[in-house]
């Protein structure tokens, strides 16, 4: 079964930095995607990036070029650099795993993950 623990939410005014990352156990097998998702106040759940084992990483619209995904392989970790953040990027962030191949253009449906972490907050302040 998988486990995913999120981290490193908090509060930071808009143009700021943060760094997510998510502790990863329990899968196996050598075809998976790890991906964030995103979840404002009041709305649905959103993909905001998404990494699989066949290297190939993809970006929600509204965060091309400003977010990184990254997988740390040796360390079983997930992270999303955040860079040049804005108040609506202000959500509780879900790290999610699907250990299964994903087509490209599922890979950010949430619909598709079967592991999810509890969220870590995101508020970015004006």
């Known amino acids: 079964q998988v486990q995913l623990v999120e981290s490193g939410g908090g509060s930071v005014q808009a143009g700021g930095s943060l760094t997510l990352s998510c502790a990863a156990s329990?899968?196996?097998?050598?075809?998976?995607?790890m991906a964030w998702f995103r979840q404002p106040p009041g709305k649905g759940r959103e993909g905001v990036a998404v990494i699989c084992s066949d290297g190939m990483t993809s970006y929600g619209d509204s965060v091309k070029g400003r977010f990184t995904i990254s997988k740390d392989n040796a360390k079983n970790t997930l992270a999303l650099q955040m860079n040049s953040l804005k108040p609506e990027d202000t959500a509780m962030y879900y790290c999610?795993?699907?250990?299964?191949?994903?087509?490209?253009?599922?890979?950010?449906?949430?619909?598709?993950?079967?592991?999810w972490g509890q969220g870590t907050q995101v508020t970015v302040s004006t």
């Open positions: 999610a795993a699907a250990v299964r191949w994903l087509d490209y253009y599922t890979r950010l449906n949430p619909a598709r993950y079967n592991a």
């Open positions: 329990g899968y196996t097998g050598s075809r998976y995607c």
